[in-house]
């Protein structure tokens, strides 16, 4: 198969950028079944600890609208009692309101990363389209919502069924026969156990809906984010940058190098390098200190900017790998070297010495003490060893 064919099919996994993006535009995995189960349980957990509590607030509402005496009569304010009865009923509403809304919530930002698109909440032309909205309905992602439906409706109406199966002479029989207060008492307090045990049958019916929709949804948003090979190569290509930008980039880096060591590179006598990650320029001046000072040292492009400026200088530049590295993690910038290295220098020096008077000598042989010796990060080799 040549290079380029194929690269239009969408049969790649997405890349974690382009998960990103698509959670960023609102794309996100969500669930509206997991939403739904979790607030019915909410819902449910209200019922039970906060039922009781509205139950009582509404009976003190009932009761306070039929007690009437003479004051009632003579100062009757509408406004005044619809005020206090809202205020009775309000807060175990609104309780359950601030709970709901934040269950609702918590359960669709799980699983966008906490992300809250407010480009979501903007008006759009196309929700208005009649022509999209018969596609919805009618297209494959209407079919599926459409079966997806009815299956809810024939799993929770036949829970529903084997609940009441068990139930109906009880409920039926709720409210006949003498009706005195302990009586009533046990069959509200039935009824109110019945309605939930129901909700909590139906609730659990949601939880296994929402078991089944969220890898459903799981794997159509993974086949909705897919990529081609093209996709992949434009992506990398757009997050490495494109080769013209990163050698203007590196062009740049190494120009801001050499304006930082250009006045140490013109001081220099010699620069020793490991042969191209490392550089370091040496001077030795008997009037300034007892022993070679390092002026300048840099790794990566700093380093090759070193080279680069030894050339036009014409400063020796010598390839002694260990020793470079020795000296680049033992001494700092504008410090004289450590006096183990004063022997390899030292005959580093000789050498540039008599090429400077035109003489050929061979490239002496260096012994750098281990116990300074050091790899490309820095580690003691003789740890590493």
Excluded at 19 to 35: F, H, Y
Excluded at 71 to 96: E, K, S, W, Y
Excluded at 113 to 120: A, E, I
Excluded at 178 to 194: C, K, P
């Amino acid at each position: 198969m040549a290079e380029g064919e194929g690269s239009g099919e969408k049969t790649f996994a997405p890349t974690e950028k382009r998960k990103r993006d698509a959670a960023r535009n609102g794309d996100v995995l969500r669930s509206r079944e997991l939403g739904t189960a979790a607030g019915v349980f909410a819902g449910i957990a209200w019922l039970w600890l906060a039922g009781p509590w509205l139950l009582a607030q509404l009976g003190q509402v009932t009761r306070s609208g039929f007690a009437w005496d003479r004051d009632t009569l003579d100062h009757f304010d509408p406004g005044q009692r619809i005020a206090r009865a809202l205020m009775d009923v309000l807060p175990p509403v609104l309780l359950l309101g601030v709970g709901l809304m934040a269950v609702a919530l918590v359960s669709q930002l799980a699983f966008s990363s906490g992300r809250w698109n407010m480009g979501n909440l903007a008006p759009k032309g196309s929700r208005l389209d009649p022509g999209k909205g018969l596609a919805r309905m009618f297209g494959i992602q209407g079919l599926i919502e459409l079966g997806k439906g009815l299956a809810k409706v024939t799993l929770l109406g036949a829970m529903a069924w084997f609940w009441l199966r068990g139930r109906v002479a009880a409920l039926v029989g709720l409210g006949g026969g003498q009706i005195t207060q302990g009586a009533l008492a046990g069959q509200l307090s039935y009824a109110w156990d019945a309605m939930l045990s129901l909700l909590v049958l139906l609730a659990s019916g949601l939880v296994l809906i929402a078991l089944i929709d969220f890898p459903m949804q799981f794997i159509r948003r993974f086949l909705r984010l897919r990529m081609s090979l093209q996709e992949i190569r434009d992506e990398t290509k757009e997050s490495e940058g494109s080769p013209e930008k990163k050698s203007a980039i590196r062009s740049r880096q190494r120009e801001i190098a050499m304006a930082g060591v250009n006045k140490a590179m013109r001081d220099a006598q010699f620069v020793i390098t490991n042969p191209t990650h490392f550089a370091v320029a040496m001077a030795y001046d008997p009037a300034i200190a007892s022993a070679p000072i390092v002026l300048a040292k840099g790794r990566g492009e700093k380093a090759l900017a070193m080279r680069e400026l030894a050339a036009e200088l014409a400063v020796p530049t010598l390839e002694y790998p260990a020793l470079a590295r020795s000296v680049y993690y033992t001494t700092r910038e504008r410090q004289v070297i450590r006096e183990e290295l004063y022997g390899p220098v030292a005959a580093i020096l000789a050498f540039v010495l008599s090429l400077k008077r035109g003489e050929t000598p061979p490239a002496p042989r260096v012994n750098v003490p281990v116990s300074l010796r050091f790899d490309a990060d820095g580690r003691p080799e003789a740890v590493t060893h």
